[in-house]
């Protein structure tokens, strides 16, 4: 079945510390990645994403992701985290195939401590 | 980057009624448009799908008759809660592929409803 997994409900970080939210996934097919977050009541904006090439990726906001494929992993990561990056962090995974739609995880709860 | 609107970022109706939600892509053309809800705390959920010219498709276990999706033009797609109730409360996202880059999908801010 295809699913997506984030293991981490909630995670605290102090500021300035680094961060990694974990990211799993099956997928029948080549998988296209991707990382979302969404602040209270808002909707979501594309982090960054994965269809080939560099399986490091950069993103907005100083947050990169490492593929792998033998762990089927897609990792999130920040060296150091700013209060504002407080909110819901969503992975997800495509296909490629046109028209396709994502497979969201849960969705982990950064909170960013003073 | 490609814009993808929704109206109205929020409304309240009452028990019975019908709302209108409509998705529109502002500066591409939308070939697919899905539809997703959104509890809170929780992830998005996939309702459907809808292809340009043609009938959405429906995940399991969601009523098409209850939950009406039309994507008549190139840029608009709407989505129809019929005789809502309170359960029916969530927000609701819409999101769009098209002549952008078919495998990425952009955003709507989302639609919050609440039946009372």
């Known amino acids: 079945a295809q699913s997506v997994t984030q293991p981490d409900i909630h995670i605290t970080v102090s500021e300035g510390a680094s961060l990694e939210l974990r990211c799993n996934y099956s997928y029948g097919a080549t998988p296209y990645l991707f990382w979302y977050v969404q602040s209270p009541g808002q909707g979501l904006q594309l982090l960054l994403k994965?269809?080939?090439?560099?399986?490091l990726v950069q993103g907005i906001k100083g947050f990169e992701a490492e593929f792998k494929r033998s762990q089927s992993s897609f990792n999130l990561r920040k060296p150091s985290v700013h209060w504002s990056d407080a909110a819901e962090y969503f992975c997800?995974?495509?296909?490629?195939?046109?028209?396709?739609?994502?497979?969201f995880g849960k969705g982990t709860t950064l909170s960013v401590s003073s | 980057g490609a814009v993808v609107s929704q109206h109205p970022s929020r409304v309240i109706c009452k028990s019975g009624t019908s709302v209108k939600i409509e998705c529109r892509s502002l500066?591409?053309?939308?070939?697919?448009m899905f539809w997703y809800r959104q509890f809170p705390k929780k992830s998005l959920m996939l309702m459907a799908t809808s292809n340009e010219g043609s009938k959405a498709t429906y995940e399991q276990g969601v009523e098409k008759d209850k939950f009406l999706i039309n994507h008549a033009s190139l840029t608009l797609s709407t989505l129809t809660v019929t005789s809502a109730h309170p359960e029916d409360s969530s927000f609701y996202i819409c999101?769009?592929?098209?002549?952008?880059?078919?495998?990425?999908?952009?955003f709507g801010p989302g639609t919050r409803l609440t039946v009372t």
């Open positions: 994965y269809f080939s090439g560099d399986t």
């Open positions: 500066d591409f053309q939308a070939t697919t």
């Open positions: 997800a995974v495509g296909g490629n195939q046109a028209g396709t739609a994502l497979i």
């Open positions: 999101s769009a592929t098209g002549d952008r880059g078919v495998y990425e999908q952009y």
